[in-house]
């Protein structure tokens, strides 16, 4: 079946693997960027751009109202290209904000257009210390400090207002760390890694596979299991799209 789709953060890593897979499928897609010339890329693949800026709650809630979705999946991050160490740190703040305000922008937009699922980007790699691997029951590290704390508070927000959001059906996605086009790097983590085109593929399943709720995604490691998103999504790590 055909969706009416929108793609916050259309041109990130994830929005602009996704993209073609969302239109492959047969879906409209109205994808989001906050770049005039960057939208001029999104036209070019199919999509329908949108320049705003999700902290613009009004903006926001227009486009979206425009849009008509069935769907909205919110891929939006707001860090530095290549994941610039030296800015890292300023980044995380602004990222935790997105995942918060942005997110609670979004959650509004969505219910007042009459989208029925959010899919969400959330993050692997925040469980509080205890037995591994983590399924995800497992508690968050909400008693970090310092920049890992505004992190977590930040994720924390952005599942909250996802999965408890009124009318909606709420998904999360727990990405590993991503490698692959658009990230900065070919070279799989050692820790909880994540292809970018698998990390898409999940997003398009969850259109319309699963129950709401959270699934950890990642490639087979010692710290989160996947066996969630692989029965309930028929996700698998190995997926890559072709061009």
């Known amino acids: 079946m055909a969706y009416r789709i929108f793609l916050a953060g259309a ?15 047969g879906h409209h897609v109205t994808g989001t960027t906050r770049s005039a010339m960057k939208a001029e890329a999104l036209r070019a693949t199919g999509a329908h751009p949108i320049v705003v800026d999700a902290l613009d709650a009004e903006a926001l809630a227009q486009v979206v109202e425009s849009a008509r979705p069935d769907v909205v999946i919110h891929q939006l991050t707001d860090l530095p290209r290549g994941l610039d160490p030296s800015r890292m740190a300023q980044a995380l703040v602004g990222n935790a904000r997105i ?24 993050i692997a790699w925040v469980y509080a210390p205890g037995p591994e691997p983590h399924g995800e029951d497992d508690p968050l590290d909400v008693g970090a400090e310092g920049i890992r704390g505004v992190t977590v508070r930040g994720v ?5 207002q996802t999965l408890n959001a009124p009318a909606l059906e709420g998904v999360v996605l727990r990405y590993g760390r991503f490698y692959g086009p658009g990230t900065g790097t070919d070279q ?16 398009l399943l969850a259109l319309d596979r699963g129950s709401a709720g959270l699934f ?8 989160v299991a996947t066996d969630k998103a692989i029965a309930e999504l028929g996700w698998t790590a190995d997926f890559r799209h072709s061009t």
């Not at 918060?100 to 959330?122: H, P, Y």
């Not at 950890?216 to 710290?223: G, H, V």
Request: negative net charge; aromatic residues 2%; hydrophobic residues 50%.
């Open 216 to 223: 950890n995604i990642a490639e087979p490691n010692a710290y």
């Open 156 to 160: 924390v927000a952005l599942e909250d």
């Open 11 to 25: 041109a990130g890593a994830v929005g602009k693997r996704l993209t073609p897979l969302l239109l492959e499928a």
């Open 188 to 203: 799989a983590p050692e820790a909880v890694p994540l292809h970018v085109d698998a990390a898409a593929y999940a997003a």
């Open 99 to 122: 995942r918060d305000e942005g997110t609670r922008n979004i959650v509004r937009a969505a219910i007042d257009a009459g989208a029925r699922r959010l899919v969400a980007q959330s």
